[in-house]
């Protein structure tokens, strides 16, 4: 039955019929309403078996969740931004474990400066964590890939991270499915652990392991994770929806392709939609990478446009390093566009002069930023050139700008 | 094993030879059933006091359990020196994740055993003092003040021993570290307040705080009996001497812990909800530097000429503890 709810609701009521049995919680915009549901779906009891645990940080959050999920129980967290970066230390360990949680990351600009708006730099900076990291395209795909993400953690025993982005996704109203009970029921068996705490059959979780062992440990990590690839399509084929690990659409003849992750992917097949020979590849599973499934999909693409909602500083794009390892050895030309940082709008008017800037051959290789304001970072950079005390870049933009507030006294 | 029946002469008052009480007060370490929870071959130092101290600690826990005990255990000295890959000493399920978090995993282990309904199933978990009272203390306090039912053990060696003897929250006035050099005027770690953690507890009002030390096995046992006959957050800190970071011979650490308490600088007590309600008396009481001089790591207060003036300054603040948990026995 399709219902008119918010995106961090419909993901909470996907999240309660998984079942989870503990459920630690820590609040950050813009995850918050997700666990606030679920705390109240477990006070009114239609969250049964289930610990609800306020803690006092992200890092004891997910640190909670690894306690529960050793001893046995099915455990789920949120968080967003500067709370994911807090939990890191704690997501490294959950995987080294092998323990199956399930995280939604809604996703947020990590800081300084502070910015509670979305773009994807919080997951991105955590892609090595040893985590599969799914990412909805929209609310629905954020419902149905919290279900997915349960039974492919529990199949594998590595953890699962689903993105949503903040805001656009977790705060947007519109009519959705939220699977019933019985279908999640039918399709997540109880979970059955590979190791677990049990004082009839003890063992130690977390032993030290040097260098003689060491580097097996880790490449089970990967092996493990990398199995993703064939149990995650397998998964969502008993799925009730279609669910992609890479969708292509309009792929087929198209010399230009834009890449993408997240909800962003609407807009861009808009445009795509205008031009009519505009491919678009949306990612819904970044890690492990899909390289032979991305490399399929873009088939015989001569211009790859890889939209990224993330920057890594001093090189460029994240995504786009792995589309070029995919593309290896083809004559595509692979550009790097850093687009909706902190928010910023991603509009269809910038990205038709993006498409435009490709087909024209501009764009090439490379690393742009999409709707850089050039003046003003030209001033703070001449700003600094003059003067040695030029104070901090968010000031002397905002100041620049003329936002209002922006000068103090 | 057969427990056979030695005869043993009396010291004073103050030695009650264990095999002279009647079997049902004798420790758990006397008795041939007890767990080894700690099992003999792991790596620590010899005389390690923390490696007593989990033994006695967890070996007690398990008799109160019936057997039904999950251990959580910080990074430190405690987990390197138990499991180095593939050996393990525990002879009891046991999960290590991080330094900072096992209140925190312990809370999540507890919180799962309540959703499977496992309330026979308890959980303990435990640390050295850096994992603590220093980096694991925003997790300890969120786990008191949710009264998560996990009993928490502190082994307080007084600095970081794992990572070379660097001074932490735990580390006494005037004791020198790799990170609080003997020299200067004020030579060793900074005089002040330090970090007192066992009052800290006492300040969440949970259900039970207590200290101990690994020279009084009865006492410390009766401890973790009582802390398992309760449900919450509870709180046991345990002094254990550390020969390797306090410079000093191995076969001293039982001694040494009885001097701490005896000198007053480390009160012995318990409480229930934030009240102290019983306390280790001090019987003959022992000024500062009996214990002090031992300790290479005082070495500095005790050179030519001595730092009189700097172990009248400790001594101050054992009398302070005398006076504040009355520890002086009428």
Not at chain 1, 150 to 160: D, N, T
Not at chain 1, 206 to 221: D, I
Not at chain 2, 167 to 173: A, I, L, M
């Amino acid at each position: 039955m399709r219902r008119q709810l918010e995106g961090s609701r419909a993901i909470a009521e996907a999240v309660a019929r998984c079942r989870p049995q503990v459920v630690p919680a820590y609040p950050i915009t813009p995850q918050t309403h997700i666990v606030e549901a679920i705390g109240a779906m477990v006070r009114n009891g239609s969250l049964a078996g289930c610990e609800f645990l306020t803690v006092e940080s992200e890092f004891a959050a997910m640190s909670a969740a690894i306690g529960a999920s050793a001893a046995g129980a099915r455990a789920y967290t949120a968080t967003a931004s500067q709370g994911l970066l807090y939990m890191a230390e704690a997501l490294f360990n959950a995987s080294g474990l092998g323990l199956p949680i399930v995280l939604t990351v809604a996703n947020r600009a990590v800081g300084a400066p502070i910015n509670i708006w979305n773009d994807q730099s919080d997951s991105m900076s955590q892609r090595d964590c040893g985590w599969v990291q799914l990412y909805a395209a929209d609310n629905q795909a954020a419902v149905d890939l919290h279900v997915v993400a349960f039974a492919l953690a529990e199949e594998l025993s590595v953890p699962v991270m689903v993105c949503v982005d903040g805001f656009v996704l977790t705060h947007a109203f519109e009519p959705l499915e939220v699977p019933e009970q019985d279908a999640v029921d039918a399709f997540l068996p109880p979970y059955a652990p590979r190791q677990v705490l049990d004082v009839d059959d003890p063992v130690a979780i977390g032993a030290m392991v040097g260098p003689e062992a060491f580097t097996e440990v880790r490449y089970l990590s990967h092996y493990q994770l990398s199995q993703a690839l064939t149990a995650y399509p397998q998964l969502c084929d008993g799925w009730q929806r279609p669910l992609s690990m890479v969708d292509a659409y309009r792929v087929d003849g198209a010399d230009t392709v834009v890449v993408t992750l997240g909800s962003v992917s609407g807009t861009v097949k808009e445009v795509a939609d205008e031009f009519g020979n505009v491919g678009v590849v949306t990612l819904t599973m970044f890690r492990p990478f899909p390289y032979a499934e991305v490399r399929k999909a873009l088939g015989a693409a001569k211009r790859v446009i890889v939209l990224e909602r993330a920057l890594a500083p001093g090189a460029g794009g994240i995504v786009s390093a792995d589309v070029r390892a995919a593309l290896s050895g083809t004559l595509a030309e692979v550009s790097t566009v850093v687009a909706g940082l902190g928010g910023r709008a991603v509009t269809r008017a910038a990205l038709r002069r993006l498409v435009a800037d490709a087909m024209s051959g501009w764009l090439g290789e490379r690393l742009v930023f999409l709707d850089l304001r050039d003046d003003l970072v030209e001033q703070q950079i001449d700003r600094m050139r003059q003067r040695r005390a030029s104070g901090p870049h968010a000031l002397g933009l905002l100041r620049d700008a003329g936002i209002p507030g922006s000068r103090i006294g | 094993m057969a427990v056979q029946s030695v005869k043993f002469y009396q010291v004073g008052s103050r030695a009650v030879g264990n095999r002279l009480l009647e079997e049902a007060l004798r420790t758990e370490q006397a008795s041939p059933a007890r767990r080894n929870a700690l099992n003999s071959g792991h790596r620590a130092c010899q005389g390690c006091g923390e490696a007593l101290g989990a033994r006695y600690v967890l070996d007690a826990a398990v008799r109160a359990t019936g057997g039904k005990l999950l251990a959580v255990n910080a990074t430190g000295c405690l987990e390197v020196f138990s499991t180095p890959y593939p050996e393990s000493s525990w002879q009891l399920p046991w999960l290590h994740s991080l330094f900072a978090n096992a209140p925190s995993v312990a809370s999540g282990v507890a919180a799962a055993l309540k959703a499977q309904g496992r309330d026979d199933v308890r959980v303990l978990a435990q640390g050295g003092d850096g994992g603590t009272v220093d980096i694991g203390l925003a997790c300890l306090s969120g786990m008191f003040e949710r009264n998560d039912d996990v009993l928490y053990v502190c082994y307080d060696n007084e600095a970081y021993m794992n990572t070379g003897v660097q001074r932490s929250g735990s580390t006494p006035p005037f004791a020198r570290t790799a990170t609080t050099e003997a020299t200067g005027p004020e030579p060793g770690a900074p005089i002040g307040q330090g970090k007192d953690l066992p009052r800290i507890a006492l300040a969440h009002e949970i259900p039970y705080v207590a200290t101990a030390t690994v020279a009084e096995l009865h006492d410390l046992e009766a401890k973790v009996e009582r802390a398992m006959t309760m449900r919450g957050a509870r709180y046991l800190h345990v002094l254990v001497p550390c020969p390797l970071g306090w410079g000093s011979a191995p076969a001293d650490t039982v001694r040494l812990a009885r001097l701490a308490q005896r000198s007053g600088l480390f009160p012995v007590f318990e409480a229930s909800h934030g009240e102290i309600t019983a306390v280790l008396p001090i019987r003959s009481r022992v000024p500062v530097a009996e214990y002090l001089r031992p300790q290479r790591r005082y070495a500095h207060l005790f050179a030519e000429p001595p730092r009189i003036d700097l172990l009248e300054r400790i001594q101050a603040i054992a009398d302070r503890n005398i006076g504040r948990y009355g520890l002086q026995e009428a």
